[in-house]
């Protein structure tokens, strides 16, 4: 059966970009007569809010997509979380990592909007080193990507924007596995929950195209099955930036308060290119 999901943070107000791709995501699980799921990733307890994950909803229910319920919060799966960490660590795939983000600005350049790859400070440190500091140190725990890589092989998924793509962890180098402050990272609780949910389209835009590569090599080192992706172009304010949260003017929430209709917006929605350039959305003056 294929089972798409939309995977939402809580840490604002949805926009019409999110819009799309549950649309896209809920088109796709319907016309194979298959499952459409809902997962808000809140494993950031101090940036999600509550509020955010009941507007979520109540934005999906008014644009007419219905989701299997219960819908699964991310924050209740920090045991599965823990496990694969684990179970990468024993592989000798890890390290800790002491750096601040500011230690890595230091080293690492990279062009203006891009977080900078990891220059490995802490891969260089000796094992019992680096166990000794651990004890005592808050730490990150890296992916020791090149040792991964080696591991897994030559991999590959297939994409419904770029056909069958090579994956090349190493463009995003040693992520971050586990935070220092909340002890895991969302490319890990991302690749373990899609197995888990049986995930078999992962419907998202282009803006984490990236992030597949990493998360492609984790599902391998994790033996864990190759879900479908499609990245879909984004969309954009009037004057061409990138659409955010925090521009609450350009939430679902204030088209609904305007009294645009949701189905009505869905159905605007289905009729866009799933492909092609990022644009702005034409709506009808309501
Ligand atoms: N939670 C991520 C976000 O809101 C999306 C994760 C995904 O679709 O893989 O940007």
């Not at 890595?104 to 500091?133: E, K, N």
Request: include cysteine; charged fraction near 25%; aromatic fraction near 6%.
């Amino acid at each position: 059966m294929l089972i798409s999901r939309f995977a939402p943070s809580p840490t604002g107000l949805l926009h019409l970009g999110h819009a799309w791709s549950a649309v896209l995501a809920h088109n796709r699980a319907r016309a194979a007569g298959g499952q459409f799921l809902l997962r808000i990733e809140d494993i950031d307890g101090d940036r999600c809010r509550p509020q955010f994950v009941e507007a979520i909803v109540a934005d999906l229910r008014w644009l007419g997509l219905d989701f299997a319920e219960p819908f699964l919060l991310q924050s209740t799966r920090r045991p599965a979380h823990a496990a694969a960490l684990r179970q990468l660590a024993e592989a000798g795939l890890t390290y800790p990592c002491f750096c601040t983000r500011a230690d890595i600005a230091a080293v690492a350049s990279a062009p203006h909007g891009v977080a900078p790859v990891y220059p490995g400070t802490c891969r260089a440190l000796a094992q019992d080193v680096a166990a000794a500091r651990a004890e005592r140190e808050q730490h990150a725990i890296r992916l020791a990507v090149d040792r991964a890589v080696d591991r897994a092989g030559r991999l590959v998924w297939e994409d419904s924007l770029a056909g069958e793509v090579l994956a090349q962890p190493e463009l995003t180098g040693d992520i971050v596995l586990a935070r220092r402050d909340i002890g895991v990272g969302y490319m890990l609780a991302a690749v373990v929950d899609d197995g888990f949910q049986g995930v078999t389209d992962v419907v998202r835009g282009r803006d984490l195209f990236d992030s597949t590569h990493v998360q492609r090599l984790l599902q391998a080192l994790l033996g864990l099955p190759v879900p479908r992706y499609h990245h879909h172009p984004l969309l954009l304010a009037a004057d061409g930036r990138r659409l955010a949260k925090r521009d609450r003017s350009e939430a679902l929430a204030a088209l609904r308060a305007r009294g645009v209709s949701g189905p009505g917006l869905a159905d605007r929605l289905r009729r866009e290119a799933p492909f092609g350039p990022d644009r702005v959305l034409q709506l009808d003056p309501v």
